[in-house]
């Protein structure tokens, strides 16, 4: 396979005095350790928590690394291109290294496979990336939107490299798409940012909260919360990475979830901050607007939490009116299924619960698949895929009775599936046939087509 970008030790483009005033190697390490916070140790990925028992996600501890540090995969290099460097003087591969401009050929190449299952689910094609790994995808008709810890989000339409746009700092963790083509980004960096597209490309046309709100609440003492002793920040931003969005367009809401715990409430039409809320005791790693006005959060506390939009006074206000699961693992994932009133949620154990119902949710089961942590999550039709930590997405489908058929596991991803999103195709009439993307550790992102018409070869 050819690859683009490839460098050695003796081809290295030399900075310039000006690129090198402009650079960020602060930065730059932080992304090359996989967007670690810079005052945490553990928080590479805060919902994983070493597959095995839930720890504290916060970030207060120090970045010094421990020379007993549990092996984890990740801390592994899972790229089938990767080469030990360690007895050479080549210059380690970073970010700051290569160019990642949108305006230069994209470090992406596309490979067309065909590979099929017993079950008729196949893979039909992979998007490989040189360097770095692949945190978050959105869909929108023919167009695909990656991110990844070299901060570029990359755009493909018809799997083809269309264009791309880059943020200034922090990796992008998770991207939504309204309606009116706006594309939110959150940030390892603790920032949401707003895209939009036109026939010219993608622009940025602000950020959360806005510059105007930012400086009219920040000097009023009462906007601002103690986060550590002695510290302050404004309550209407994030001061933590921005670990999950969600979209409820018909109320005209923005939800973010972050591991500084809180979840905040954005309105669509003028980008204000709603709410700001004390949702978890640790950090956050999944928010879902779900059905009738509801809306789950999940925490590396362990808890799932539904919240329900109603009136005070003379606004509106989220309260907490039930809570799911209470557990010692990590809730690290979910999805909703808005037809059958369905929340479906990943743990750190492997594990996939799901509640149904309209007035009353209640506890429909377990889907077991996976035998580490499940990372991600995504409803399409009848099916729903979990991506997990052991490599591996399972794909089920919910029968009219309400159990579950194992249709299938898609394995060719080589690291940790870390994001899924899937796209309904129109070319065939009712035979239920969706093209999913995965994202992973691998540094690659994945094609498949599924069916929801698929025979069980699985239990």
């Known amino acids: 396979m050819v690859k683009a970008n490839e460098t050695s030790g003796s081809h290295h483009r030399r900075l310039t005095f000006a690129d090198f005033l402009n650079s960020d190697p602060d930065a730059g390490r932080e992304e090359h350790n996989h967007g670690g916070h810079p005052s945490s140790s553990n928080n590479n990925n805060k919902d994983v928590n070493s597959y095995q028992q839930r720890q504290s996600n916060a970030s207060t501890t120090s970045g010094d690394s421990s020379p007993n540090q549990v092996l984890s995969p990740w801390n592994q290099t899972y790229s089938p291109y990767h ?12 970010p700051w290294n290569q160019t990642y401009s949108p305006y230069y050929k994209s470090p992406w190449i596309y490979q067309t496979q065909n590979i099929n299952d017993v079950s008729g689910n196949e893979l039909i094609g992979t998007i490989v990336r040189q360097e770095g790994h692949v945190y978050s995808l959105a869909a929108s008709g023919n167009l695909l ?30 991207i939504v798409i309204t309606g009116d083509n706006r594309i939110f980004t959150g940030h390892q960096d603790g920032k949401i940012r707003v895209w939009r597209g036109s026939k010219k490309g993608y622009t940025r046309i602000g950020s959360l909260p806005t510059l105007k709100e930012f400086l009219t609440k920040s ?5 601002y919360v103690e986060v550590r002793r002695r510290r302050n920040v404004l309550k209407i931003r994030h001061y933590d990475a921005v670990s999950c969005l969600s979209l409820n367009e018909k109320l005209g809401l923005l939800y973010s979830g972050s591991w500084d715990k809180t979840l905040k409430v954005w309105s669509l039409s003028d980008s204000k901050c709603l ?7 640790d950090a956050i790693n999944t928010v879902a607007a779900g059905f009738d006005g509801l809306l ?6 362990g808890a799932l939490k539904v919240w329900k939009r109603e009136l005070q006074g003379k606004g509106t206000k989220h309260f907490l009116v039930n809570v799911l699961m209470k557990q010692e693992n990590a809730v690290t994932a979910l999805a909703v299924n808005l037809t059958a009133s369905i929340v479906y949620c990943g743990s750190s154990d492997g594990s996939v619960n799901f509640w149904e119902g309209r007035k009353y949710l209640s506890h429909g089961g377990t889907l077991r698949g996976h035998r580490t942590a499940v990372l991600c999550l995504a409803a399409a039709g009848s099916l729903v895929l979990s991506g997990g930590a052991d490599n591996n997405i399972c794909v089920w489908r919910r029968n009219g009775e309400g159990t579950h058929s194992y249709l299938s596991v898609l394995m060719d991803h080589v690291g940790p599936v870390k994001c899924l ?6 070319e065939e009439e009712g035979d239920g046939r969706w093209i999913v993307y995965s994202g992973s550790l691998d540094k690659s992102v994945k094609v498949w087509r599924v069916k929801e018409t698929a025979s069980p070869v699985i239990g």
């Open 83 to 94: 080469t030990d460097t360690t007895t050479t003087p080549t210059m380690s591969p970073s």
């Open 145 to 174: 939107f990656t991110g990844s810890d070299s901060k570029n989000i990359r755009v493909w339409k018809d799997l083809k490299d269309f264009t791309g746009f880059k943020s200034t700092s922090g990796l992008v963790k998770t």
């Open 219 to 223: 000097v009023n003492p009462k906007n």
């Open 275 to 281: 709410e700001s809320i004390q949702a978890h005791d």
């Open 296 to 301: 789950f959060t999940g925490s590396a506390d």
């Open 421 to 426: 999103t899937a796209v309904e195709e129109t």
